[in-house]
Protein backbone atom coordinates (compact mmCIF):
# COMPACT_ATOMS: atom_id res chain seq x y z
CA UNK A 1 0.00 0.00 0.00
CA UNK A 2 1.49 3.59 -1.17
CA UNK A 3 2.31 5.69 1.95
CA UNK A 4 -0.24 8.55 2.77
CA UNK A 5 0.39 11.52 0.12
CA UNK A 6 3.44 10.10 -1.73
CA UNK A 7 3.70 7.93 -4.81
CA UNK A 8 2.50 9.17 -8.20
CA UNK A 9 2.35 12.88 -6.55
CA UNK A 10 5.20 15.39 -7.65
CA UNK A 11 7.05 17.19 -5.24
CA UNK A 12 6.03 20.56 -5.66
CA UNK A 13 8.20 23.40 -7.20
CA UNK A 14 9.72 25.84 -4.85
CA UNK A 15 8.70 29.81 -4.33
CA UNK A 16 9.23 31.97 -1.95
CA UNK A 17 7.83 33.61 1.09
CA UNK A 18 4.41 31.70 2.40
CA UNK A 19 4.78 28.36 0.48
CA UNK A 20 7.16 26.24 -1.15
CA UNK A 21 5.34 24.81 -3.57
CA UNK A 22 2.89 26.17 -6.08
CA UNK A 23 2.04 23.94 -8.95
CA UNK A 24 0.00 26.54 -11.17
CA UNK A 25 2.71 29.63 -11.35
CA UNK A 26 3.69 29.62 -14.86
CA UNK A 27 7.17 29.52 -15.45
CA UNK A 28 9.52 32.23 -16.43
CA UNK A 29 9.59 36.15 -15.73
CA UNK A 30 6.56 38.12 -15.32
CA UNK A 31 5.90 41.83 -14.83
CA UNK A 32 6.03 43.00 -11.32
CA UNK A 33 3.06 43.22 -8.93
CA UNK A 34 2.49 46.94 -8.55
CA UNK A 35 1.56 47.96 -4.92
CA UNK A 36 -1.42 50.25 -3.76
CA UNK A 37 -0.91 52.54 -0.71
CA UNK A 38 -3.57 51.55 1.58
CA UNK A 39 -4.78 52.92 5.13
CA UNK A 40 -5.78 50.05 7.19
CA UNK A 41 -7.40 50.81 10.55
CA UNK A 42 -5.99 50.02 13.99
CA UNK A 43 -8.03 51.42 16.65
CA UNK A 44 -11.20 53.29 16.74
CA UNK A 45 -13.75 53.74 19.52
CA UNK A 46 -15.96 51.42 18.07
CA UNK A 47 -13.68 48.47 18.51
CA UNK A 48 -15.31 45.87 15.72
CA UNK A 49 -13.93 48.46 13.10
CA UNK A 50 -10.65 47.60 13.38
CA UNK A 51 -8.98 46.13 10.27
CA UNK A 52 -11.36 48.41 8.17
CA UNK A 53 -9.42 49.72 4.96
CA UNK A 54 -8.82 52.67 2.57
CA UNK A 55 -7.07 51.70 -0.81
CA UNK A 56 -5.28 55.19 -1.78
CA UNK A 57 -6.03 54.20 -5.92
CA UNK A 58 -6.26 58.08 -6.96
CA UNK A 59 -2.47 57.96 -5.76
CA UNK A 60 -1.46 55.70 -8.88
CA UNK A 61 -2.83 58.20 -11.22
CA UNK A 62 -1.10 61.22 -9.30
CA UNK A 63 -4.10 62.62 -7.46
CA UNK A 64 -4.40 63.30 -4.06
CA UNK A 65 -6.70 61.53 -1.77
CA UNK A 66 -8.27 63.63 1.29
CA UNK A 67 -9.94 61.68 4.31
CA UNK A 68 -11.16 63.70 6.67
CA UNK A 69 -14.06 62.81 9.61
CA UNK A 70 -17.12 62.14 7.33
CA UNK A 71 -15.43 60.37 3.98
CA UNK A 72 -14.20 58.80 2.34
CA UNK A 73 -15.61 55.47 3.96
CA UNK A 74 -13.41 52.56 4.99
CA UNK A 75 -14.45 48.99 4.03
CA UNK A 76 -13.39 45.42 5.39
CA UNK A 77 -11.64 43.44 2.86
CA UNK A 78 -13.60 41.25 0.55
CA UNK A 79 -16.75 43.53 1.36
CA UNK A 80 -18.80 46.15 -1.17
CA UNK A 81 -19.50 48.80 1.88
CA UNK A 82 -18.03 50.69 4.89
CA UNK A 83 -18.33 53.77 6.64
CA UNK A 84 -16.55 56.73 7.06
CA UNK A 85 -14.25 57.43 10.19
CA UNK A 86 -17.06 59.20 11.51
CA UNK A 87 -15.26 60.51 15.18
CA UNK A 88 -17.12 63.22 16.59
CA UNK A 89 -13.24 65.01 17.32
CA UNK A 90 -11.80 64.61 14.02
CA UNK A 91 -12.01 67.58 11.78
CA UNK A 92 -14.21 67.89 8.97
CA UNK A 93 -10.83 69.35 7.11
CA UNK A 94 -8.93 66.56 5.44
CA UNK A 95 -5.87 65.06 5.59
CA UNK A 96 -4.16 65.12 2.51
CA UNK A 97 -2.34 62.29 1.00
CA UNK A 98 -0.18 62.91 -2.05
CA UNK A 99 1.78 60.17 -4.58
CA UNK A 100 5.17 61.67 -3.88
CA UNK A 101 7.89 59.27 -6.23
CA UNK A 102 7.76 56.09 -4.84
CA UNK A 103 6.44 57.24 -1.72
CA UNK A 104 3.30 59.25 -0.16
CA UNK A 105 3.05 63.02 1.00
CA UNK A 106 1.05 63.36 4.42
CA UNK A 107 -0.08 66.79 4.51
CA UNK A 108 -2.15 67.77 7.43
CA UNK A 109 -3.12 71.59 6.72
CA UNK A 110 -5.57 72.70 9.47
CA UNK A 111 -7.04 69.19 9.73
CA UNK A 112 -6.78 68.88 13.45
CA UNK A 113 -4.31 67.15 15.28
CA UNK A 114 -2.38 64.38 13.21
CA UNK A 115 0.89 62.73 14.53
CA UNK A 116 2.89 59.76 13.88
CA UNK A 117 5.07 58.08 16.44
CA UNK A 118 3.80 61.06 18.57
CA UNK A 119 5.20 63.71 16.57
CA UNK A 120 3.01 66.12 15.14
CA UNK A 121 2.62 66.13 11.09
CA UNK A 122 1.86 70.18 11.22
CA UNK A 123 4.04 70.89 8.09
CA UNK A 124 3.44 67.50 5.96
CA UNK A 125 5.92 64.61 5.88
CA UNK A 126 7.14 62.48 3.41
CA UNK A 127 7.23 58.69 3.55
CA UNK A 128 9.40 56.91 1.37
CA UNK A 129 9.01 53.36 -0.03
CA UNK A 130 10.68 51.68 2.95
CA UNK A 131 8.51 53.90 5.52
CA UNK A 132 5.32 52.08 3.71
CA UNK A 133 6.91 48.39 3.66
CA UNK A 134 7.03 48.61 7.10
CA UNK A 135 3.91 50.58 8.05
CA UNK A 136 3.28 53.86 9.56
CA UNK A 137 1.17 54.52 12.11
CA UNK A 138 -0.73 57.76 12.03
CA UNK A 139 -2.96 59.14 15.13
CA UNK A 140 -6.18 61.32 14.23
CA UNK A 141 -7.20 63.00 17.19
CA UNK A 142 -5.84 61.62 19.70
CA UNK A 143 -8.90 58.41 19.02
CA UNK A 144 -8.27 56.81 15.93
CA UNK A 145 -5.02 55.57 14.80
CA UNK A 146 -4.26 53.97 10.82
CA UNK A 147 -1.32 52.26 9.31
CA UNK A 148 -0.54 53.89 6.31
CA UNK A 149 1.49 50.95 4.59
CA UNK A 150 1.03 48.92 1.28
CA UNK A 151 -0.99 46.24 -0.41
CA UNK A 152 -0.54 44.41 -3.49
CA UNK A 153 -2.94 45.41 -7.11
CA UNK A 154 -3.58 42.05 -8.11
CA UNK A 155 -4.55 41.03 -3.81
CA UNK A 156 -7.67 38.22 -3.74
CA UNK A 157 -9.98 37.54 -1.28
CA UNK A 158 -10.67 33.71 0.30
CA UNK A 159 -14.54 33.25 1.15
CA UNK A 160 -13.95 32.15 4.74
CA UNK A 161 -11.70 33.15 7.30
CA UNK A 162 -10.71 29.69 8.04
CA UNK A 163 -10.65 31.03 11.77
CA UNK A 164 -8.17 33.04 11.23
CA UNK A 165 -8.23 36.91 12.03
CA UNK A 166 -6.61 39.55 9.97
CA UNK A 167 -7.18 40.32 6.16
CA UNK A 168 -3.54 41.14 5.06
CA UNK A 169 -2.02 40.28 2.13
CA UNK A 170 0.53 37.92 3.71
CA UNK A 171 -2.80 35.91 5.85
CA UNK A 172 -4.78 35.85 2.62
CA UNK A 173 -1.79 33.73 0.97
CA UNK A 174 -1.70 31.55 4.06
CA UNK A 175 -5.89 31.03 4.11
CA UNK A 176 -5.28 30.23 -0.05
CA UNK A 177 -2.34 27.78 0.08
CA UNK A 178 -4.56 25.97 2.93
CA UNK A 179 -7.75 25.93 0.46
CA UNK A 180 -5.43 25.14 -1.95
CA UNK A 181 -3.79 21.76 -0.83
CA UNK A 182 -6.79 20.92 2.17
CA UNK A 183 -8.20 17.96 0.12
CA UNK A 184 -5.74 16.34 -0.99
CA UNK A 185 -3.82 13.48 1.07
CA UNK A 186 -0.69 15.22 0.75
CA UNK A 187 1.46 15.32 3.94
CA UNK A 188 1.94 18.95 4.59
CA UNK A 189 4.80 20.89 6.76
CA UNK A 190 3.73 24.45 8.11
CA UNK A 191 7.18 26.32 9.23
CA UNK A 192 6.73 29.39 10.80
CA UNK A 193 8.61 31.29 13.99
CA UNK A 194 7.26 30.18 17.59
CA UNK A 195 3.72 31.64 18.21
CA UNK A 196 3.05 32.19 14.45
CA UNK A 197 -0.05 29.99 14.73
CA UNK A 198 0.67 26.88 12.82
CA UNK A 199 -1.35 24.34 15.08
CA UNK A 200 -4.47 26.52 14.40
CA UNK A 201 -3.43 25.68 10.35
CA UNK A 202 -3.15 22.71 10.82
CA UNK A 203 -6.75 22.76 12.42
CA UNK A 204 -7.80 24.45 9.11
CA UNK A 205 -6.31 21.88 6.74
CA UNK A 206 -8.30 19.06 9.18
CA UNK A 207 -11.35 20.75 8.45
CA UNK A 208 -11.25 21.43 5.14
CA UNK A 209 -10.10 18.21 4.13
CA UNK A 210 -11.89 14.82 3.26
CA UNK A 211 -10.78 13.18 6.20
CA UNK A 212 -13.68 13.35 8.98
CA UNK A 213 -11.72 11.17 11.57
CA UNK A 214 -10.13 13.17 14.65
CA UNK A 215 -7.60 15.92 14.88
CA UNK A 216 -4.66 14.76 17.52
CA UNK A 217 -1.93 16.46 18.38
CA UNK A 218 1.37 15.16 19.14
CA UNK A 219 4.59 17.34 20.77
CA UNK A 220 7.33 15.22 19.21
CA UNK A 221 10.27 17.59 21.39
CA UNK A 222 8.35 16.15 24.23
CA UNK A 223 8.45 12.55 23.08
CA UNK A 224 10.79 10.35 25.31
CA UNK A 225 12.77 7.89 23.08
CA UNK A 226 12.23 5.14 25.04
CA UNK A 227 8.65 5.41 25.06
CA UNK A 228 8.42 7.02 21.54
CA UNK A 229 7.44 3.50 19.72
CA UNK A 230 4.31 2.20 21.51
CA UNK A 231 3.33 6.37 22.33
CA UNK A 232 3.26 6.96 18.53
CA UNK A 233 2.26 3.17 17.39
CA UNK A 234 0.65 1.71 20.38
CA UNK A 235 1.18 -1.92 21.87
CA UNK A 236 -0.69 -5.49 22.04
CA UNK A 237 -1.22 -7.32 25.23
CA UNK A 238 1.76 -8.97 26.80
CA UNK A 239 4.15 -6.75 24.82
CA UNK A 240 6.00 -5.72 27.93
CA UNK A 241 6.42 -6.36 31.41
CA UNK A 242 2.45 -4.32 32.40
CA UNK A 243 0.93 -4.54 29.30
CA UNK A 244 -2.23 -5.99 30.35
CA UNK A 245 -4.30 -4.95 27.14
CA UNK A 246 -3.57 -3.73 23.65
CA UNK A 247 -3.00 0.00 23.58
CA UNK A 248 -3.67 2.47 20.80
CA UNK A 249 -0.76 4.85 19.98
CA UNK A 250 -0.98 8.62 18.03
CA UNK A 251 -1.59 7.33 14.43
CA UNK A 252 -4.37 5.15 15.61
CA UNK A 253 -6.36 7.03 17.70
CA UNK A 254 -5.95 9.60 14.43
CA UNK A 255 -7.52 6.97 12.35
CA UNK A 256 -9.82 8.41 9.56
CA UNK A 257 -8.27 12.19 10.67
CA UNK A 258 -5.51 14.18 10.72
CA UNK A 259 -1.91 13.43 12.79
CA UNK A 260 -0.50 16.88 13.93
CA UNK A 261 3.07 16.53 14.64
CA UNK A 262 4.35 19.59 16.48
CA UNK A 263 7.81 20.63 16.45
CA UNK A 264 9.16 17.90 14.42
CA UNK A 265 12.41 19.44 14.71
CA UNK A 266 12.94 18.91 18.05
CA UNK A 267 12.50 14.60 17.51
CA UNK A 268 14.69 12.52 18.67
CA UNK A 269 17.07 10.33 16.15
CA UNK A 270 14.82 7.24 16.96
CA UNK A 271 11.92 9.21 16.42
CA UNK A 272 13.38 10.22 13.11
CA UNK A 273 13.97 6.70 12.12
CA UNK A 274 10.55 5.56 13.15
CA UNK A 275 8.33 8.40 11.50
CA UNK A 276 10.44 7.53 7.97
CA UNK A 277 9.85 3.89 7.44
CA UNK A 278 6.14 4.88 8.37
CA UNK A 279 5.91 7.62 5.71
CA UNK A 280 7.98 5.18 2.85
CA UNK A 281 6.13 2.10 3.62
CA UNK A 282 2.34 3.69 4.70
CA UNK A 283 2.71 1.05 7.80
CA UNK A 284 3.46 0.39 11.02
CA UNK A 285 3.94 -2.15 13.49
CA UNK A 286 2.62 -1.79 17.40
CA UNK A 287 4.92 -2.89 19.98
CA UNK A 288 5.00 -6.47 20.44
CA UNK A 289 2.89 -7.20 17.04
CA UNK A 290 3.99 -9.63 14.22
CA UNK A 291 1.75 -8.06 11.90
CA UNK A 292 2.35 -4.61 10.34
CA UNK A 293 -1.04 -2.28 10.53
CA UNK A 294 -1.99 0.00 7.46
CA UNK A 295 -1.43 4.03 8.28
CA UNK A 296 -5.18 5.96 7.75
CA UNK A 297 -4.19 9.28 8.79
CA UNK A 298 -3.30 12.52 7.35
CA UNK A 299 0.16 14.04 8.38
CA UNK A 300 0.59 17.28 8.93
CA UNK A 301 4.18 18.56 11.00
CA UNK A 302 5.23 22.02 12.19
CA UNK A 303 8.69 23.04 12.64
CA UNK A 304 9.95 26.65 13.74
CA UNK A 305 13.82 25.05 12.95
CA UNK A 306 15.89 25.41 10.41
CA UNK A 307 15.80 21.82 9.17
CA UNK A 308 18.20 22.77 6.58
CA UNK A 309 20.70 23.70 8.85
CA UNK A 310 20.22 20.59 11.16
CA UNK A 311 21.16 18.25 7.84
CA UNK A 312 23.92 19.92 7.38
CA UNK A 313 24.45 19.91 10.89
CA UNK A 314 23.66 15.53 10.88
CA UNK A 315 20.94 16.39 13.44
CA UNK A 316 17.89 15.71 11.07
CA UNK A 317 17.28 13.11 8.19
CA UNK A 318 16.85 14.70 4.82
CA UNK A 319 14.87 11.95 3.35
CA UNK A 320 12.54 12.49 6.35
CA UNK A 321 11.86 16.48 5.38
CA UNK A 322 11.37 15.00 1.99
CA UNK A 323 8.66 13.22 2.84
CA UNK A 324 7.31 15.43 5.25
CA UNK A 325 7.32 18.32 3.13
CA UNK A 326 4.34 17.03 0.62
CA UNK A 327 3.61 20.92 0.28
CA UNK A 328 4.67 23.63 2.24
CA UNK A 329 3.41 26.63 4.31
CA UNK A 330 5.13 29.20 5.57
CA UNK A 331 3.15 31.31 8.29
CA UNK A 332 4.60 34.98 8.49
CA UNK A 333 5.54 36.70 11.55
CA UNK A 334 3.36 39.46 13.09
CA UNK A 335 5.73 42.12 12.59
CA UNK A 336 5.10 41.28 9.12
CA UNK A 337 2.09 41.85 8.45
CA UNK A 338 1.51 44.74 11.74
CA UNK A 339 -1.86 45.77 9.69
CA UNK A 340 -3.43 42.73 11.94
CA UNK A 341 -2.65 44.03 14.94
CA UNK A 342 -5.49 46.06 15.65
CA UNK A 343 -7.78 43.57 14.62
CA UNK A 344 -6.52 40.58 16.55
CA UNK A 345 -5.82 42.79 19.96
CA UNK A 346 -9.36 43.42 19.89
CA UNK A 347 -9.94 39.76 19.40
CA UNK A 348 -8.38 38.52 22.37
CA UNK A 349 -9.48 41.92 24.31
CA UNK A 350 -12.90 40.60 23.73
CA UNK A 351 -12.56 37.04 25.16
CA UNK A 352 -11.16 38.35 28.06
CA UNK A 353 -13.59 41.47 28.34
CA UNK A 354 -16.53 38.84 28.32
CA UNK A 355 -15.14 36.43 30.62
CA UNK A 356 -15.31 39.83 33.07
CA UNK A 357 -18.49 40.93 31.84
CA UNK A 358 -16.99 44.36 30.39
CA UNK A 359 -17.23 44.00 26.91
CA UNK A 360 -19.55 47.18 26.62
CA UNK A 361 -16.20 48.76 27.16
CA UNK A 362 -15.90 48.05 23.16
CA UNK A 363 -18.95 49.10 22.03
CA UNK A 364 -19.15 52.28 24.20
CA UNK A 365 -23.37 53.90 23.16
CA UNK A 366 -21.78 57.26 23.87
CA UNK A 367 -19.53 58.23 20.94
CA UNK A 368 -17.90 61.40 23.01
CA UNK A 369 -16.97 58.76 25.05
CA UNK A 370 -12.72 58.46 25.52
CA UNK A 371 -11.74 55.08 23.43
CA UNK A 372 -10.71 51.86 25.21
CA UNK A 373 -7.89 51.49 23.76
CA UNK A 374 -6.09 55.11 24.02
CA UNK A 375 -4.66 56.12 20.52
CA UNK A 376 -0.84 55.97 21.98
CA UNK A 377 -0.64 52.77 23.19
CA UNK A 378 -2.54 51.50 19.71
CA UNK A 379 0.44 53.03 18.14
CA UNK A 380 3.03 51.40 20.65
CA UNK A 381 1.22 48.00 20.10
CA UNK A 382 1.71 48.31 16.03
CA UNK A 383 5.56 49.48 16.32
CA UNK A 384 6.48 46.54 18.85
CA UNK A 385 8.35 43.97 17.18
CA UNK A 386 6.39 40.88 18.91
CA UNK A 387 9.00 37.88 19.29
CA UNK A 388 6.77 35.86 20.51
CA UNK A 389 4.42 36.96 17.63
CA UNK A 390 0.25 35.81 17.99
CA UNK A 391 0.75 34.00 21.21
CA UNK A 392 2.72 36.97 23.13
CA UNK A 393 0.16 39.51 21.68
CA UNK A 394 -2.97 37.06 23.29
CA UNK A 395 -0.37 37.08 26.45
CA UNK A 396 -0.36 40.69 26.64
CA UNK A 397 -4.50 41.57 25.84
CA UNK A 398 -4.82 39.41 28.67
CA UNK A 399 -2.65 41.01 31.18
CA UNK A 400 -4.02 44.45 30.32
CA UNK A 401 -7.66 43.78 30.39
CA UNK A 402 -7.29 42.15 33.76
CA UNK A 403 -4.82 45.18 35.15
CA UNK A 404 -7.55 47.50 33.97
CA UNK A 405 -10.51 45.58 35.12
CA UNK A 406 -13.86 47.97 36.47
CA UNK A 407 -11.56 50.51 34.61
CA UNK A 408 -13.35 52.48 31.71
CA UNK A 409 -10.09 52.56 29.35
CA UNK A 410 -6.68 51.08 29.30
CA UNK A 411 -3.43 52.80 30.89
CA UNK A 412 -1.48 54.40 27.95
CA UNK A 413 1.74 54.08 29.97
CA UNK A 414 1.60 50.76 30.86
CA UNK A 415 4.63 48.79 29.57
CA UNK A 416 4.78 46.08 27.25
CA UNK A 417 7.12 42.68 27.22
CA UNK A 418 10.81 43.95 26.04
CA UNK A 419 9.84 47.62 25.70
CA UNK A 420 12.57 49.25 27.63
CA UNK A 421 11.34 51.69 30.61
CA UNK A 422 9.43 54.61 29.21
CA UNK A 423 11.62 57.51 30.58
CA UNK A 424 9.99 59.77 33.55
CA UNK A 425 9.34 63.34 32.22
CA UNK A 426 8.88 65.65 35.19
CA UNK A 427 5.77 68.29 35.01
CA UNK A 428 5.96 71.21 33.68
CA UNK A 429 5.36 73.72 36.10
CA UNK A 430 2.66 76.56 35.43
CA UNK A 431 4.50 80.07 34.67
CA UNK A 432 3.84 82.44 37.30
CA UNK A 433 0.27 84.38 37.55
CA UNK A 434 0.55 87.67 35.64
CA UNK A 435 -1.37 90.44 34.93
CA UNK A 436 -3.88 89.80 33.00
CA UNK A 437 -3.48 91.13 29.35
CA UNK A 438 0.00 90.60 29.51
CA UNK A 439 1.90 88.01 27.72
CA UNK A 440 5.45 86.76 27.72
CA UNK A 441 4.63 84.67 24.49
CA UNK A 442 3.36 85.18 21.05
CA UNK A 443 0.49 83.09 20.72
CA UNK A 444 1.82 82.06 17.23
CA UNK A 445 4.74 80.53 19.16
CA UNK A 446 2.13 77.77 20.65
CA UNK A 447 1.11 75.41 18.54
CA UNK A 448 -1.50 72.63 18.31
CA UNK A 449 -0.47 70.14 20.89
CA UNK A 450 0.94 72.10 23.61
CA UNK A 451 -2.28 74.06 23.51
CA UNK A 452 -4.22 70.90 23.99
CA UNK A 453 -1.41 69.09 25.99
CA UNK A 454 -1.76 72.31 28.60
CA UNK A 455 -5.77 72.45 28.73
CA UNK A 456 -6.37 68.91 29.53
CA UNK A 457 -3.25 69.41 32.38
CA UNK A 458 -5.70 72.55 33.94
CA UNK A 459 -8.66 70.48 33.46
CA UNK A 460 -10.05 73.22 30.80
CA UNK A 461 -9.46 76.01 32.90
CA UNK A 462 -8.33 78.73 30.25
CA UNK A 463 -7.32 81.20 32.79
CA UNK A 464 -4.72 78.39 34.34
CA UNK A 465 -3.99 76.76 30.43
CA UNK A 466 -3.49 80.84 29.60
CA UNK A 467 -1.01 81.17 32.26
CA UNK A 468 0.50 77.42 32.13
CA UNK A 469 1.20 78.60 28.04
CA UNK A 470 2.54 81.97 28.98
CA UNK A 471 0.08 83.91 27.02
CA UNK A 472 -3.02 85.82 27.78
CA UNK A 473 -5.96 84.43 27.79
CA UNK A 474 -7.76 86.25 25.32
CA UNK A 475 -5.41 84.73 22.74
CA UNK A 476 -5.85 81.25 23.65
CA UNK A 477 -9.53 81.98 23.13
CA UNK A 478 -8.42 83.10 19.74
CA UNK A 479 -6.12 80.09 19.15
CA UNK A 480 -9.19 77.49 19.87
CA UNK A 481 -11.86 79.18 18.09
CA UNK A 482 -9.46 79.28 15.08
CA UNK A 483 -8.67 75.33 16.09
CA UNK A 484 -10.54 72.95 13.71
CA UNK A 485 -10.11 70.26 16.26
CA UNK A 486 -11.43 71.81 19.23
CA UNK A 487 -14.57 73.40 20.53
CA UNK A 488 -16.17 75.99 22.13
CA UNK A 489 -19.21 75.21 24.76
CA UNK A 490 -21.73 76.97 22.31
CA UNK A 491 -20.94 75.20 19.80
CA UNK A 492 -22.64 72.11 21.29
CA UNK A 493 -25.99 70.99 20.26
CA UNK A 494 -28.61 70.66 22.82
CA UNK A 495 -29.45 67.18 22.29
CA UNK A 496 -25.09 66.42 22.18
CA UNK A 497 -25.37 68.05 26.02
CA UNK A 498 -28.19 66.28 27.24
CA UNK A 499 -27.50 62.99 26.19
CA UNK A 500 -23.46 63.74 27.79
CA UNK A 501 -25.36 65.11 31.03
CA UNK A 502 -27.15 62.31 31.34
CA UNK A 503 -24.57 59.56 30.31
CA UNK A 504 -22.34 61.07 33.11
CA UNK A 505 -24.96 61.49 35.53
CA UNK A 506 -24.87 65.16 36.00
CA UNK A 507 -20.66 64.76 37.09
CA UNK A 508 -19.76 68.17 35.75
CA UNK A 509 -15.67 67.38 35.62
CA UNK A 510 -16.70 64.25 33.87
CA UNK A 511 -18.30 65.94 31.13
CA UNK A 512 -15.44 68.15 31.16
CA UNK A 513 -13.41 65.87 30.12
CA UNK A 514 -15.41 64.11 27.97
CA UNK A 515 -16.62 67.10 26.08
CA UNK A 516 -13.05 68.83 26.48
CA UNK A 517 -14.87 72.55 26.70
CA UNK A 518 -14.52 74.88 29.79
CA UNK A 519 -15.97 74.17 32.89
CA UNK A 520 -17.34 77.47 33.19
CA UNK A 521 -19.05 78.17 29.84
CA UNK A 522 -20.29 74.19 29.82
CA UNK A 523 -22.11 75.38 33.20
CA UNK A 524 -23.43 78.10 31.94
CA UNK A 525 -24.97 76.22 28.58
CA UNK A 526 -26.54 73.83 31.17
CA UNK A 527 -28.09 76.62 32.99
CA UNK A 528 -29.43 78.23 30.08
CA UNK A 529 -30.94 74.30 29.10
CA UNK A 530 -32.46 73.84 32.81
CA UNK A 531 -30.28 71.26 33.39
CA UNK A 532 -28.55 72.60 36.37
CA UNK A 533 -29.75 75.78 38.90
Same mark, same amino acid.
Given at each position: ??????????????????????????????????????????????? *?????????????????????????????????????? @??????????????????? #????? @?? @????????????? *?????????????????????????????????????????????????????????????????????? @?????????????????????????????????????????? *???????? *?????????? #??????????? /???? /????????????????????????????????????????????? #??????????????????????????????????????????? /? $???? $??????????????????????????????????????????????????????????????????????? /????????????????????????????????????????????????????????????????????????????????????????????????????
Amino acid at each position: MAPPGTGDLPRPVATADLSTADVSRPQGPRPASRSIPALTLVSHPTA *RRAGERLLLHGLLAGREVAVSRNAPDFTRPGEPLGLPL @GDPFLSRKPVRFLPSGGGV #RVIVD @GA @GLCTCAGEPLQDG *REFGPDALARGVPLEFAGRVVVLLHQVPSTESQTSASLGMVGGSALLQAVRQGIERVADLDVPVLIRGET @GTGKELVAQALHAQGRRKGPFVSVNLGALPKELAASELFGSV *RGAFTGAQ *RDREGFFQAA #RGGTLFLDEVG /EASP /EVQVLLLRVLETGEMYPVGASRPVATQVRLVAATDADLEAQIADG #RFRAPLLHRLAGYELRLPPLRERREDIGPLFFHFARQELEALG /E $ARHL $APEDPFAPPWLPAALAVRLVLHPWPGNIRQLRNVARQLVIGARGQRCLDPDVLLPQEPPRPVVAPVPAPPL /EQEGVSRRKSTDVGEQEMLAALRANAWDVRRAAQHLGIARSSLYDLIERSPSLRLAGDLSEEELTRCFHACQGDLDEMVKRLEVSGRALRRRLRELGLVE
